[in-house]
């Protein structure tokens, strides 16, 4: 049986389909020669740069399994796959702790206003009184969706002695009763909160979820985070709410659009930007590509 990983994934990985099938490492293969190629393999896994589109689908008489080493499958055609009876798989869970602490890191960046008195420092200037910041201890989270990484966060988010208040209309109270965690309303979450973090895949329902009326609910200083998706706090209103100081400031992973070129809110001393980065961490890759290779070994065993 032959695997092909067209993107670069962890060793480990590699290692454990090697026991089980010949692997062919093709980390620069060329949607050409992926087209060309792929009746040879049983099997692909594939993180973000190859696009196993419908035409490679077709062309695939022998494929199994597609794997993407990470979350969410969005350069895989779906649909084109389950058509052929091609199974698609993805490990979501292999980076929940890495985005929880990425989380964390957010929090603490805008609450201690850590990047700019870092700016500020290397620019020669010695700001002290500037940088005046809150603690974490004490203060109310309100956790918007309460899966695998909003719990994370709450679990951590607990000792550093937060309260937790979680707005998730699909989590059974039972489940909340037994994570300790006390659900509300969308508008008591963002009523009560001295920091909101966002955990809520982008949906229709979810799209600008965050908007005016919601940031004007919000405590004026508040912080609110997204290290989920961009599009679920709408970006004009976030640029009013922290122009205007109408919330205490903001710290984004992800963006409407991607990169956020020429976006009026990367002017702003209140946000704290990140490309996109909260899953990248050597534990998250290397768990995203074990449980991805355990699946195609599973699949290939039959
Ligand atoms: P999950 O599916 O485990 O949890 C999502 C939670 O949101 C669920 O509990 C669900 O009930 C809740 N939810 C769904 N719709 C909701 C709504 N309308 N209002 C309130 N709650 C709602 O997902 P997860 O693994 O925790 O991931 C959460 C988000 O993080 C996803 O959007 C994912 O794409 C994103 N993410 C981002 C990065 C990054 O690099 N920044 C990395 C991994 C995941």
Redesign the pocket.
Known sequence: MKVIVADSINQKGIDNLKEVAEVVVDTDITPEELLNTISEYEAIIVRSRTKVTREVIEKADKLKIIARA???VDNVDVEAATEKGIMVVNA??S??I??AE?TMGMMLTAARKIAIADKSVKEDKWEKSRFMGVELRNKTLGV?????????VVSRCKAFEMDVIV?????PKEVAKQMGVELAD?ETVLKVSDFIT??????P??KH?ISKKELEIMKDDAFIVN???GG?IDEDALYDALSNDKIGGAAL??YEEEPPKGSKLLSLDNLVATP?????TREAQRDAAIIVANEVIEVLKG
């Open positions: 990470g979350v969410g979501p869970e980076t929940s890495t985005v990425h918007v969706g309460m899966g695998r990484i909003g719990s994370q707005y998730d209309p699909y989590l969308l966002i955990h809520v895949p982008l949906t329902e979810t979820l290290c989920a998706r679920i992973d992800v996109h980065i909260a899953a990248s």
